[in-house]
C-alpha cells in the first residue's frame, strides 16, 4: 500500500509540472509591436523620439499615431527594464529585413523603444 500512495504522488507531481509548462510556454509567445502603443499583461511600451538628428535628444511619446517613415528603429538604445530598474537581455528582437520587432519576456517590464530622425 505505501509503494502505491508514493507512484501517486509521483504521478501528480510529474502530472502538475507538466500542466505548469504548458501554461507557461502557450502565455510566453513573442508579441509582434505594431506602430502603437500596447499595453501586453504588465509591460508597457514607451516611444522615445529623437527630436533633432544625431543630437540623441529624445522625448518620450504617447502618441500612437506618429509617422514611422520619419524615424527609424534604434536597437542599440532600446531596451525593457523590469520593476527594480535592471535591463532584461533578449527581451526585443529587430528583424531588419522585415522590419518587425518582437518583444519576448515573461517578467513585468516596461520597454523603452527609441526612434532616431531618419536622414534626408
Do not use: R, W
Not at 506602430?35 to 504588465?42: L, M, R
Request: aromatic share 14%; hydrophobic share 40%; with cysteine.
Amino acid at each position: 500500500m505505501h509503494k502505491k500512495a508514493i507512484i501517486v504522488i509521483f504521478l501528480i507531481i510529474v502530472e502538475s509540472c507538466f500542466l505548469f509548462l504548458m501554461y507557461k510556454s502557450s502565455h510566453n509567445k513573442p508579441v509582434v509591436l505594431d506602430e502603437v502603443v500596447i499595453k501586453q499583461n504588465d509591460v508597457k511600451f514607451t516611444f522615445m523620439l529623437e527630436q533633432h538628428q544625431g543630437q540623441e535628444d529624445y522625448i518620450k511619446t504617447t502618441d500612437t499615431n506618429f509617422i514611422k517613415d520619419n524615424y527609424e528603429y534604434n536597437s542599440s538604445k532600446s531596451k525593457c527594464v523590469d520593476q527594480k530598474g535592471n535591463i532584461i537581455y533578449d527581451a526585443l528582437n529587430y528583424n531588419e529585413i522585415n522590419d518587425l520587432l518582437e518583444f519576448n519576456a515573461d517578467v513585468d517590464c516596461i520597454c523603452y523603444l527609441y526612434y532616431d530622425k531618419k536622414v534626408i
